[in-house]
């Protein structure tokens, strides 16, 4: 886990957590959209990631399967 998302999880879950068994509502609607912001960006990366590949492959001529 890198510092932001520690930072994210931070705001939903107070420090002072008494150690229930379960997450109240607002902890939980917001890790909810923590983890939905996580997952859009780890994906916009990884399709950019793979078109700089895909870019780069054919730059150098190799092969680049559809």
Known sequence: MNTAHLDEVAQCVSPLYQGEGDLNKGESV?????????????????????????????????????
């Open 30 to 66: 917001c890790l909810d959209r923590c983890v939905n912001k996580f997952m859009l960006v780890n994906t916009m990366i990884a399709k950019i990631s793979n078109d700089i590949g895909t870019s780069l492959a054919k730059d150098m001529g190799l092969e680049v399967p559809q």
